[in-house]
């Protein structure tokens, strides 16, 4: 079993929620979830770190008595106690990190260790297990040459993609408005196999800088009509265009809509509106959806499968 610390502001809690029913099949009413799925903690952007829960036991002396009793050993060490329900100060946090570290066979390390050990109290049970932070990789492409105000945040970009994905990274994906590369770059980051498209030659020229700057292939995305795409693919993430730059016809939105649909049976639609009726009219299921804020404004997320 795992145990994963998630984090979110209060208008992410919707995207969040989505995000962790699509990798782990299930959605936190808090900030952890316990699964026996398991996920590179750097995949999702509301993951802070995880424990491999390698013990459980109702009290601290149980814990002790187990630790000792299985001669749990590691070397070059060091035990952390996570306060999920921040409820303990840092002197009681430390002396259970001593009273844990000393009863483990090996050499505990407090700087640069080899392996962290995470302990931690929860709705009164003691989890004891093998800790990972997330090392935030992808907070790098928030460095990206080029940006738009009306582009999605690398943060949301990166919970689309699994969304889109789910825990599969072995799927086939099209963005074929994408803009900068906001999303290219976040499936490319987790080895998804990924193209992108757009019709402005001169977006698709940032798009191409955006990928290299971070060594990123930037043959991934060029230039193309979504109208002349004929490739099939597993899924796709449309973002629908919209701003002062972009087109903003509901007709136009339609029909891109109706393009998308002939790339992949999944489709993973970020809009300003809805088109539930639209998206049912091409034969497609609303599996899911929600909304992710930026600003003074909503994107509505909306996840649809082709019916069998």
Not at 113 to 134: A, H, R, V
């Amino acid at each position: 079993m795992f145990l994963y610390i998630i984090n979110y502001q209060y208008y992410e809690f919707d995207l969040c929620k989505l995000e962790m029913k699509c990798l782990f099949s299930q959605v936190p009413y808090s900030k952890y979830l316990i699964t026996d799925k398991k996920i590179d903690v750097d995949r999702s952007p509301f993951v802070k770190s995880l424990i491999d829960i390698k013990l459980t036991a109702s009290s601290l002396n149980s814990l002790v008595y187990k630790i000792k009793a299985l001669n749990i050993a590691y070397n070059n060490f060091k035990v952390k106690y996570i306060d999920i329900e921040k409820d303990m100060e840092f002197e009681e946090r430390h002396k259970i990190e001593g009273i844990i570290g000393y009863d483990i066979i090996g050499n505990a390390k407090l700087h640069d260790p080899d392996i962290t050990l995470g302990i931690t109290k929860l709705n009164n049970e003691w989890i004891f297990g093998e800790y990972k932070k997330s090392n935030i990789i992808w907070k790098k492409h928030d460095e990206r040459p080029y940006y738009y105000c009306n582009s999605l945040s690398t943060r949301v970009s990166r919970a689309i993609v699994n969304i889109a994905a789910g825990r599969d990274l072995n799927v086939k994906m099209v963005d074929p408005c994408c803009g900068i590369g906001t999303v290219v770059m976040e499936a490319l980051s987790m080895g998804i196999d990924i193209k992108g498209f757009d019709i402005n030659p001169l977006i698709i020229d940032n798009a191409k800088a955006n990928l290299s700057f971070f060594g990123y292939d930037d043959c991934l995305v060029s230039v193309g009509d979504i109208h002349n795409l004929n490739d099939h693919y597993d899924v796709v993430i449309l973002d629908l265009p919209y701003g002062v730059l972009s087109i903003s016809s509901i007709n136009e939105q339609k029909d891109l809509i109706k393009c998308a649909s002939k790339l992949a049976p999944k489709m993973v639609i970020v809009s300003i509106k809805v088109f539930d009726d639209l998206i049912k009219s091409l034969g497609y299921k609303i599996v899911d959806s929600c909304e992710a804020a930026k600003w003074k404004f909503k994107r509505h997320i909306t996840v649809c499968e082709l019916n069998k």
